[in-house]
Nanobody, 127 residues
Framework: QVRLVESGGGLVQAGGSLRLSCSAS????????MGWFRQAPGKEREFVAA????????YYADSVKGRFTVFWDNAKNTVYLQMISLEPEDTALYYC????????????????????WGQGTQVTVAS
């Protein structure tokens, strides 16, 4: 069974940095597009970033563009979200997700096109 496990969250001051990791495991895991989402209390889960496959093209929400970077490490079967210049508005539970076959650039912000989700890692940015 394929599993995604996020780590790297924590408490950081505004302007600080964090790197989130999402490790994939399971005998049947194969590369696909990957996405990062976040959900703040009382809000809907929102798209943060995506990494296309096999292009490895990257896509970002406007709110994080220029501050967040998504990338994959083949050797570790892990997707990362490097976050810099963090703001209190970035506070949320962050999830990684593996895309289903119907993932496309035009629907990558839709949570329904992701078939496997991690449990989430909390990011808290203090002002």
């Amino acid at each position: 069974q394929v599993r995604l496990v996020e780590s790297g969250g924590g408490l950081v001051q505004a302007g600080g940095s964090l790197r989130l990791s999402c490790s994939a495991s399971g005998r049947t895991f194969s590369r696909s597009a990957m996405g990062w989402f976040r959900q703040a209390p009382g809000k809907e889960r929102e798209f943060v970033a995506a990494l296309g496959w096999p292009s490895d093209s990257t896509y970002y929400a406007d709110s994080v563009k220029g501050r967040f970077t998504v990338f994959w490490d083949n050797a570790k079967n892990t997707v990362y979200l490097q976050m810099i210049s963090l703001e209190p508005e970035d506070t949320a539970l962050y999830y990684c997700a593996r895309a289903a076959g119907r993932w496309r650039i035009w629907n990558m912000r839709d949570t329904s096109v992701y078939e496997i989700w991690g449990q989430g890692t909390q990011v808290t940015v203090a002002s």
